[in-house]
Nanobody
Framework: QVQLVESGGGLVQAGGSLTLSCVASGNILRINAMGWYRQAPGKQRELVATITSGGSTNYADSVKGRFTISRDNAKNAVFLQMNSLKPEDTAVYYC???????????????WGQGTQVTVSS
């Protein structure tokens, strides 16, 4: 069994900063890409940022220059540093991890439970 536990969401004023964390635990053989997605009310879930096992990153145009994704492979963790937050960044943020399950050596796409980020104007 694998668990993804997210933390770090909250309420912040426009221009402020937050850091999201996501830690994967359980019978994990290997973690491949990790990422963050978000879903605002009435909208589809969208990619925010991803990071490969080698450290290559990819960002949505809307967050480039403001958000930074990083990972700690030793801790099976991924982070999202969010600066210069805007009201339009308000959404539920979800951690996504591509991992190989130890018990069957198969690749799974796992999601966290989501954490709310609210940016007030």
């Amino acid at each position: 069994q694998v668990q993804l536990v997210e933390s770090g969401g909250g309420l912040v004023q426009a221009g402020g900063s937050l850091t999201l964390s996501c830690v994967a635990s359980g019978n994990i053989l290997r973690i491949n890409a990790m990422g963050w997605y978000r879903q605002a009310p009435g909208k589809q879930r969208e990619l925010v940022a991803t990071i490969t096992s080698g450290g290559s990153t990819n960002y949505a145009d809307s967050v480039k220059g403001r958000f930074t994704i990083s990972r700690d492979n030793a801790k099976n963790a991924v982070f999202l540093q969010m600066n210069s937050l805007k009201p339009e960044d308000t959404a539920v943020y979800y951690c996504n991890v591509g991992l190989v399950y130890r018990l069957d050596s198969r690749l799974y796409d796992s999601w966290g439970q989501g954490t709310q980020v609210t940016v007030s104007s």
